[in-house]
């Protein structure tokens, strides 16, 4: 009994169908659909590159397979004596270099003559003919000026030219009414201040729409790269030094970046949000986000705030208005607020949250915090005090 197994043919074509139907099936992020105009002016650079791009491509392409498709008509419809191999040797052999190099006679002399698909274009009999074949013939020069100068410098202008004004399109210029937000690469997070707001949270960054906003990138431990691509280019975030993004959403809606500098294990899955929302929406979060955590009002949750505070969480975390201040990890004052945990990579789920308690590098490999051995009863309290925390 033997199972067919598909062709190489088929298991491509299998595979493009599929990424093809779930491209279609969700249209939620297409990072090709700029939502600011400095997202808009890299989209337009990267449009007219390919196009540019392609049709030299289109235009060599063609240049290459005329000859290619002429030679081969003219061997295979020689008729009476046309064939190369047919010419009197001296003609053929007067027009070749090769002629020069080797030996008269030689071996390899006669060989090079007699191959036709070799030697046709160039050592042709007809002496016309090889005028035109030489590259001293007009039409030629014509074509390597034209072809081989003029238009690569033109087209070099034109993209330099153009990447000019989308260089300085999308340079960081300060602007009023901006909105600052600091933001640190971590590995595998990011850490998002609001210095002006005394806000602090993590890996979703709110923003209004129509506003200016001002990044600035710095790192905590290795280079890291910056990319929401719907708004703004990749920018390193380099130790020692501070970069600046600025940009103006122009829609609404959740942005998906991503760590685009390889930064260690669980770079991949070092994701970022941007979520841009109505100025009285960005507004409301704002406030929340000031107030300091909540404090636990049930047995259970004084009993999870305890655990949190004495297995080791609050070495790492901090949690606004509790003892717990640390800066290694994630903010979790307002922990509930997130929809993804782990930099994007799980949802905020109290399944998930216990998943990253208990295993946090099958949650993420790589991630530095470390698993924390709690029986069952303090586990369920420490949850149900994180899920006080909105
Ligand atoms: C050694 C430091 C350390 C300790 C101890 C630690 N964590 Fe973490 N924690 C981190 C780091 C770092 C991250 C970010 C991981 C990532 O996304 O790559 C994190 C992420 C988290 C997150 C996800 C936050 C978010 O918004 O993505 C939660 C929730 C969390 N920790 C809870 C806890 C709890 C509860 C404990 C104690 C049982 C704990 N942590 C102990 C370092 C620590
Ligand atoms: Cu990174």
Redesign the pocket.
């Known amino acids: 009994m033997t199972a067919r197994s598909p062709g190489p043919i088929t298991s491509a074509l299998a595979l493009a169908l599929a990424a093809g139907a779930a491209a279609c099936a969700e249209p939620r992020d297409r990072i090709t659909d700029p939502a600011s105009p400095q997202a808009a002016a890299i989209d337009g650079l990267w449009t007219l590159s390919l196009v540019l791009g392609v049709t030299v491509w289109v235009v060599v392409m063609a240049l290459l397979a005329v000859p290619v498709w002429r030679s081969s008509r003219r061997r295979g419809g020689g008729a009476g004596g046309a064939e190369p191999s047919d010419a009197p040797t001296g003609a053929v052999a007067a027009n070749t270099p090769a002629d020069r190099t080797v030996p008269r006679g030689g071996a390899a002399a006669e060989h090079r003559v007699r191959d036709p698909g070799l030697d046709e274009p160039l050592a042709t009999a007809d002496p016309r003919r090889a005028r035109e074949a030489g590259a001293d013939h007009p039409a030629r020069r014509r074509l390597v000026w034209i072809g081989g100068v003029i238009t690569p410098a033109v087209i070099l202008v034109v993209l330099l030219v153009a990447s000019g004004r989308v260089g300085a399109m999308t340079a960081h210029v300060e602007r009023d009414g901006e909105l600052v937000i600091d933001v640190v690469g ?1 590995m ?2 990011w850490e998002v201040h609001y210095p002006d707001e005394g806000v602090t949270t ?2 979703e960054i709110h923003v209004p729409v129509d506003r200016p906003v001002r990044l600035n990138l710095t790192t905590e431990d290795v280079v890291h790269s910056f990319w929401i691509p719907r708004v703004h280019g990749k920018i390193d975030m380099i130790p020692g030094r501070e970069n600046v993004l600025t940009f103006e959403p122009t829609r609404t809606g959740r942005f998906r970046g991503q760590c685009a500098e390889y930064c260690g294990i ?1 770079h991949a899955q070092m994701v970022a949000f941007l979520e841009v929302q109505p100025p009285d929406e960005f507004d409301a979060w704002l406030e929340a986000q000031r107030r300091d955590a909540v404090e636990p009002d049930t047995p259970r949750t004084v009993e999870g705030q305890r655990v ?1 505070l004495e ?3 609050a ?3 901090a949690v606004r208005g509790t003892a717990a201040v640390a800066g ?3 903010d ?1 004052t307002h ?1 509930m607020s ?1 929809q993804t ?3 994007g ?1 799980a949802e905020n789920r109290r399944g998930e ?1 216990e998943r ?2 208990v295993d946090p590098w099958g949650v ?1 490999p790589g ?4 698993p ?1 051995p ?1 029986d069952d009863d303090e586990l369920t309290a ?1 949850l149900d005090y ?1 899920e006080t925390l909105q």
């Open positions: 971590h595998f997070w993590a890996n669980a949190f297995a080791g969480c070495s790492c975390h290694v990890g994630p979790l922990l997130r945990i782990a930099a990579i949250l990253l308690i993420k991630n530095p915090m470390p924390t709690l420490l994180l």
